[in-house]
């Protein structure tokens, strides 16, 4: 008897070859990229909201609507609406506004529209032809600033150029929408993050808010803005990117989280590394909270959706106050849904696809942002931070740390009894599945590198079993110890600032294996879909 894995593939190749013969007119292969995320309606239950809270969510949906714009500047040298009135058909039009630009994010940078060749790792925060020796000889203090823009003046030479000053209008636009939403939320809290949010967007000092976002604690309402990841600049991984996201507490989901951050400290000593990797503490004002998304726009709207958030990056602000970590239930439950259940479906063992569940893809998502704040932020010989230190390695290796030292701390939840619901087997087949529903974000991302490093170490560990029916075998214990090494190995390259061995790592284990293509050609012949898609604002949440 044929497994179901191989009937459903048969059908999907018999669907595709009834519509070669009977297909009269050739299908836009824009429509097809496009068709290729599932549409989600951002929205939800404003009910327990005043209508002066209803009222500024509105207001700060046209300040994060700013924070789109500045980005597309950032991501792309060309004028954005004469970019989309020249594209061909509305699909184009479509694909371009899911990418921000002519590269196709989700397909190694890719591009796919004429005329356009490989993506600039520069973006557009510095001069297409910039060198590593130009920009290491030009003696700027603020040249490696997330908050400049490299540019050159009309004789040639490099100069900086603060967005504070190169956003100006665009700022003080959005400053005047985030001053009339505050007034109109009584949460004192929320207001003084605000005015400082306000301030850093005119000045570019930027902590002050963020230690105001983390005092910020009895505010049904959040918002997310300004220049914040670096994961857009990929030639230095100097410079952060504008996005925004607009989002509501949901309190009851937030209630289970609010155990786990006295936890952190505690957690972080049992770290499976030497005493100098984890003698930092996080601190003690993280909190751990479940949002409803209204609204995303800019970076964390480009090509792949976030559905989990970690803030704020400066590792001052982490080491005294901790983070934050945000969890956006509604975007999460439509990737598992649509996308990690179908996946799992046709590549896990059907003996152990009742491990694949929501609540454990939700606690593994929750601790990797957990674990962005913790670890090592500071190297243990001198060379200053880690950032700084691992340069353009650091994205890479600081997701691939985020996701295994995740799973690793969910473990140790179970084995001392706070996480008490399912089984931990669940969450270490619901991870292993969730490495190829984001592995298709692409080998070009940060997060798709730091999937086929986990991937790659899971391989040589023999954590799982690759089985002749095309399904994977999840070999608990291999796996169990194969996150202790890896997490070793990750934060002791951190802790000393190690930027050969983490680039050596990243360019031989940061690769798509050819199983792994095969399996993600599967995945795509039967249209499940890469990702989602928000059709989004005001009209959609009634306001």
């Known amino acids: 008897m044929l497994h179901k894995n191989l009937i459903l593939l048969m059908m999907a190749a018999a669907i595709v070859s009834l519509a070669a013969c009977t297909t009269q007119t050739p299908t836009d292969p824009m429509q097809e990229k496009v068709a290729r995320f599932h549409t989600v309606e951002l929205k939800a239950d404003l009910s327990g909201l005043s209508e002066n809270e209803r009222q500024a969510i509105g207001l700060l949906i046209d300040a994060a609507q700013i924070m789109d714009d500045i980005f597309w500047s950032q991501a792309f040298d060309k004028e954005k609406e004469s970019f989309l009135a020249n594209l061909p058909s509305d699909a184009a039009r479509q694909f371009a506004m899911i990418n921000y630009g002519p590269w196709d994010r989700l397909d190694g940078n ?16 510095y001069p297409a032809d910039i060198t590593a020796e130009e920009f290491e000889a030009f003696d700027d203090p603020q040249k490696a600033s997330l908050y400049t823009l490299l540019r050159r003046n009309e004789n040639g030479e490099l100069i900086t150029i603060p967005y504070s000053v190169a956003y100006r209008d665009q700022h003080e636009k959005a400053a005047d929408l985030m001053r009339r939403a505050a007034e109109l939320i009584g949460d004192e809290g929320f207001k003084k993050y605000i005015a400082l949010r306000i301030e850093a967007l005119l000045t570019d000092n930027y902590q002050p808010s963020d230690f105001a976002w983390m005092d910020m604690k009895t505010s049904k309402l959040d918002f997310v803005a300004g220049p914040i990841e670096n994961y857009e600049d990929r030639l230095f991984g100097y410079k952060a990117a504008h996005e925004a996201f607009v989002l509501v507490k949901d309190l009851t989901w ?31 004002d993280s909190d751990m909270n479940v949002y409803e998304a209204l609204f995303y726009a800019g970076d964390c709207n480009a090509g792949s959706k976030t559905i989990a958030i970690n803030l ?44 694949i569940k929501f609540d454990a893809f939700f606690e593994n998502i929750t601790f990797h942002e957990v674990a962005h704040g913790m670890g090592i932020k500071n190297t243990i010989n001198g060379k200053g931070n880690v950032r700084e230190a691992l340069k353009e390695q650091y994205a890479v290796l600081e997701e691939a740390k985020a996701d295994i030292l995740g799973l690793y701390l969910v473990t140790k939840l179970y084995e001392i009894g706070e996480i008490s619901s399912g089984e931990v087997m669940d969450n270490y087949v619901t991870f292993f599945a969730s490495i190829f529903r984001s592995s298709r974000f692409g080998a070009a991302s940060a ?92 009209k959609v949440l009634g306001i």
Request: charged residues 25%.
């Open 447 to 538: 997060h798709g590198k730091a999937n086929m490093l986990n991937l790659k170490h899971f391989a040589n560990s023999g954590a799982f079993i690759y089985q002749k029916n095309g399904t994977y075998l999840v070999d608990f214990d291999k796996m169990k110890l194969a996150v202790v090494e890896q997490v070793n190995l990750i934060l002791t390259i951190q802790g000393n600032g190690d930027y050969e061995t983490a680039k050596s790592l990243i360019e031989t284990d940061g690769v798509m294996s050819d199983q792994l293509r095969k399996d993600l050609d599967t995945v795509n012949a039967l249209n499940i879909p890469v990702d989602i898609v928000f059709i989004k604002g005001k």
């Open 312 to 355: 704020p990056n400066d590792e001052e602000v982490q080491l005294q106050k901790g983070s934050r970590k945000l969890q956006l239930k509604n975007a999460m439950k439509a990737k598992f849904d649509n996308i990690l259940v179908p996946i799992a479906n046709l590549l896990i063992d059907p003996a152990q696809q009742n491990h």
């Open 110 to 125: 890719k591009p796919y529209v004429e005329g356009y060749g490989e993506k600039p790792k520069s973006a557009n925060f």
């Open 254 to 284: 937030s209630t289970r989280l609010e155990k786990y951050a006295a936890m952190l400290p505690d957690l972080q000593k049992g770290l499976p590394v030497p005493d100098e990797y984890k003698q930092e503490r996080p601190g003690s």
